[in-house]
């Protein structure tokens, strides 16, 4: 059953325009027809004259009509091409909407991947070194200390030969989650810096105050209790911290890299020093 919404637009004044010029056509043919049907008697001059006006007349009517009628249908269908056209434009946006979404997530997914680790979802390396100048000349504007902690885990390749790679990056995972938790001031930043390393970015922290956010990592990596039966060290996981500490000024040469290398150094002597411990 049709409905009215199914019909075309201007369906009704369409049918009613037809029916109009269908009524003048038929007068028009009644009056010819009459006309012919006459006697040839004569009749009064004014008859003629009359009947050429009337039919003339009907003429223009329909002439009218058909001018009316052929705009009429101008603009019907003008106002159906708008009427797509509109569609059409609506479709391509949605689309266009669709597709620009799918490319920002692909962005955001591909700026995740430069700048990520994707076994800890941690900062990577690179990230790590662009927050790491970043943070250095502010606080060489400020004169106020920078610190680097570097984590390093202990006998981890033993871990990854005891349990496999799937455990090890499982191992990795928890250590850098315990570590997102402790290290959550603004300007701070944790990251994996390589293999079984990770970093830590303290901003405006002395070497006191690094100490003392070193030894809670040591601690919260033990308490962890993750079992490592090759441990030469403890029954379970247990890390060796590293740390440097820095006032940037414009007559030192130190650089930033610099505080990374000192920490990773210290990092080493605390392996030395029989690991699970804190050397600055």
Not at 12 to 41: E, F, M
Not at 179 to 207: C, H, M, N, W
Request: aromatic letters at 6%.
């Amino acid at each position: 059953m049709r409905t009215l919404a199914a019909r075309r637009p201007g369906a009704g004044l369409w049918r009613a325009w037809v029916l109009t010029l269908c009524l003048g056509l038929a007068l028009t043919a009644t009056s010819l027809g009459a006309t012919g049907r006459q006697p040839a008697a004569p009749s009064p001059a004014v008859e003629p004259e009359a009947r050429a006006w009337y039919e003339r007349g009907m003429l223009t009517l329909l002439v009218a009509l058909g001018g009316v009628g052929g705009i009429w249908l101008a603009l019907a269908r003008q106002q159906t091409l708008v009427n797509t056209l509109r569609a059409r434009v609506r479709e391509l946006s949605t689309q266009l909407e669709g597709r620009s979404e799918a490319l920002e997530h692909a962005e955001t997914t591909l700026e995740q991947l430069a700048t990520h680790d994707s076994v800890t979802g941690l900062p990577n390396h690179g990230y790590f070194q662009d927050m790491l100048r970043a943070e250095w000349r502010r606080a060489l504007r400020e004169a106020s200390p920078i610190s680097v902690i570097v984590i390093d885990i202990d006998h981890f390749t033993e871990y990854n030969e005891e349990f496999g790679h799937q455990d090890g990056d499982d191992c990795l995972t928890k250590i850098g989650a315990t570590l997102s938790e402790l290290i959550s001031r603004p300007g701070d930043l944790v990251a994996r810096y390589s293999g079984e390393k990770f970093a830590v970015l303290l901003a405006r922290t002395d070497q006191q105050g690094a100490f003392r956010v070193a030894y809670k990592i040591r601690a919260a990596v033990e308490a962890l209790e993750l079992p490592h039966p090759r441990s030469l060290t403890s029954q379970h996981v247990t890390v060796s911290v590293g740390l440097a500490s820095a006032t940037p000024a414009l007559d030192s040469s130190w650089e930033e890299l610099e505080l990374v290398v000192a920490a990773k150094r210290a990092a080493e002597e605390a392996k030395t020093q029989g690991r699970n411990t804190v050397v600055s």
